[in-house]
């Protein structure tokens, strides 16, 4: 499996970007897909995740109410929709998928894929 994340860019404080990761697999629908980031100095940590079917999602409370989570399986592709982002929302965001459900407890070293991240800078 291969997850192919875009989306990145530089946006001012306020603003807006949506990511993508789309996964190279027949069986997409049988992972649950998710967001982490890694800024510069920092552990790498959850955003978000989204089951197979979409009907569950998770956040990482730095983000409840300014990101958003879907999916399109007939496209294999996860999207995180980023509005009112902040400075410190600047970081390195991957896109991971795993067959077992994971949220913000999960260790993402246990992960079974992940894409290779895309920029998102932010600035003041």
């Known amino acids: 499996v291969q997850l192919q994340a875009s989306g990145g860019g530089l946006a001012q404080a306020g603003g807006f970007l949506r990511l993508s990761c789309t996964a190279s697999v027949r069986t997409f629908r049988d992972y649950t897909m998710g967001w982490f980031r890694q800024a510069p100095g920092k552990e790498r940590e959850f955003v978000g995740a989204?089951?197979?079917?979409?009907?569950?999602?998770y956040y990482a409370d730095f983000v409840k109410g300014r990101f958003t989570i879907s999916r399109d399986n007939a496209k294999n592709t996860v999207y995180l929709q980023m509005n009112s982002l902040k400075p410190d929302d600047t970081a390195v965001y991957y896109c991971?998928?795993?067959?077992?459900?994971?949220?913000?407890?999960?260790?993402?070293?246990?992960?079974?894929?992940w894409g290779q991240g895309t920029l998102v800078t932010v600035s003041s």
């Open positions: 991971a998928a795993d067959r077992a459900l994971f949220n913000s407890a999960t260790n993402y070293g246990t992960l079974d894929y």
């Open positions: 989204i089951s197979w079917n979409g009907g569950r999602t």
